[in-house]
């Protein structure tokens, strides 16, 4: 067999390709951590066609629970697999021991997703060499992150908001996503596993999309390197999929594709890249094609002179739904601390369609904080291939200032505080964004172990629980701390 397969149409020969050479790009999950590992699992349920998956952590049990065809443990000999003990700093030396290995998983890859819980240890420490590794070898390279639920803590929202600035200096786009938000789209009924695996749906979908784009050809074909010249180094970034049926199918898909309840404070207005594919059945319109685009364009505005790219697919299997996905990039971010709270409102007549968000500065957001990208995934209604539950949005609640995990209940065990085995010089040494988090936990942990007090203390001595003066220490303490 010659180096090229050929083929012959109407006399003429043509070269298809090298034997080794399949066409499609080649995509891959890899999870990171706890979080990650979880939501790389819940993807592989979903049966999302063309994607691999890897699985990277310091917890040999969570690698055992791990359906992921590929795992890679990471730091052995400082965590004894036993996890990070929730260090960023931990998470990173880790990493650091087995760059090699985890290369070697990464290549010949196109696209690699990064999926990550801000907060813990080894997501947030190791998150952001995963993703140098990535892009040392030409990777386009997203990682996908998320606010905090309120009740996290302060201490993990250091955490993740350090674990993000080092994700952002390395990454093409990062994902945000908004834990609390998810308040906004459950009812009371719903358990925290359902709660979770919404947050992870929004990244299946958003891969599914992806692939969607690539691995069907169309009437209008979208290719990857189309992908990737909107989404590489396209500065802040958008990503969502609105799926629409009956009347206004394509208007209410389009909409539903930009705007969403879990996005954070991102708003289309103001992007200079666009892509845009809509995949629909047989019966599908000119004039409803029309009108679906010139919703995006105008909700884009001409600001920054817009490249529109858009691409059209038919499938039959999609029968009187359209789905539409738009990746959008090149418009401003506001900083954790600056975001203004917006809301949206839901059709009394179309429980699944949100309308355009209101905020300050007429829903846009002005300010720049930074040049590397941010994003937000988002998917409004039923893909044809999953079962994901329509829901209603109540009135929106307070949103947070902060970043943490996709899941606030990370599996630690005791057990993992045995890993903190290296010596203080070590650490002091340690070259990472978490020095000062650090500083700030040993000086609370001072002022906890040095409180005392004649009637209660926390240095060896005989406490009487019968004493009143005991309440009082307690109280004061508690609002002190």
């Known amino acids: 067999m010659s180096e090229n397969n050929y083929i012959n149409i109407e006399g003429k020969s043509h070269i298809l390709a090298a034997e080794n ?134 201490v993990r929202s250091r955490n993740a908001a350090n674990g993000i600035s080092a ?24 358990t925290t596993e359902q709660a979770f695996a919404t947050v992870d749906q929004v990244l299946g979908n958003a891969v599914r999309g992806v692939c969607d784009i690539m691995l069907h050809h169309g009437n209008i074909h979208v290719d990857f390197n189309d992908v990737r010249s909107v989404m590489q180094d396209g500065g802040d970034a958008l990503m969502g999929t609105g799926i629409a049926e009956g009347e206004d199918r394509a208007l209410r898909a389009a909409e539903n594709a930009i705007n969403c309840p879990l996005l954070d404070d991102v708003n289309i207005e103001g992007a200079s890249g666009v892509l845009v594919n809509i995949s629909h059945g047989e019966n599908f319109t000119m004039q409803e094609c029309s009108t679906a685009m010139e919703y995006i364009y105008s909700a884009v505005g001409e600001a920054n002179d817009p490249s529109v790219i858009f691409g059209d697919i038919t499938i039959p299997e999609l029968g009187d739904k359209v789905s539409i996905t738009v990746i959008a990039t090149g418009f401003g971010f506001t900083p954790l601390d600056k975001k203004t709270t917006s809301t949206s409102s839901v059709s009394a007549s179309d429980p699944t369609m949100v309308m355009p968000k209101v905020n300050e500065n007429n829903g846009r957001v002005v300010e720049k904080a930074t040049p590397r990208p941010t994003a937000n995934f988002c998917f409004m209604a039923n893909q044809p291939t999953s079962a994901i539950e329509e829901v209603v949005k109540p009135e929106p609640i307070a949103e947070p200032k902060t970043m943490d995990d996709y899941y606030p209940f990370s599996s630690f065990t005791g057990s993992e505080l045995d890993v903190r085995s290296y010596s203080l010089e070590e650490e002091e040494q340690t070259e990472s964004h978490f020095g000062v988090m650090d500083a700030e936990e040993s000086l609370n942990t001072e002022k906890m172990n040095s409180f005392d007090s004649d009637a209660f203390s926390l240095k060896n001595k005989s406490i009487d629980y019968n004493q009143p003066t005991i309440q009082r220490e307690v109280n004061r303490h508690s609002e002190i701390f």
């Open 21 to 154: 050479f399949s066409g499609n790009a080649k995509i891959k999950v890899v999870g990171v951590g706890g979080a990650g590992g979880n939501a790389v699992n819940r993807m592989i349920k979903m049966n999302i066609a063309g994607v691999d998956f890897l699985a990277i952590n310091t917890d040999a049990l969570a690698l055992e629970h791990s359906l992921a065809s590929e795992k890679i443990a990471i730091g052995q000999k400082i965590t004894k697999s036993l996890g990070a003990g929730a260090r960023p700093d931990v998470g990173r030396k880790a990493i650091m021991e087995d760059k090699e290995t985890v290369a070697e998983a990464l290549k010949g890859c196109d696209l690699v997703f990064i999926a990550a819980g801000m907060g813990g240890g080894t997501g947030t420490g190791a998150a952001s060499v995963v993703a140098e590794i990535a892009k040392s070898q030409g990777i386009l390279t997203v990682a996908v992150v998320s606010l905090p639920f309120k009740f996290e803590g302060p």
């Open 167 to 190: 994700l952002r200096d390395t990454v093409d786009t990062i994902i945000v996503i908004n834990n609390q938000k998810i308040m906004e789209v459950i009812d009371k009924t719903t």
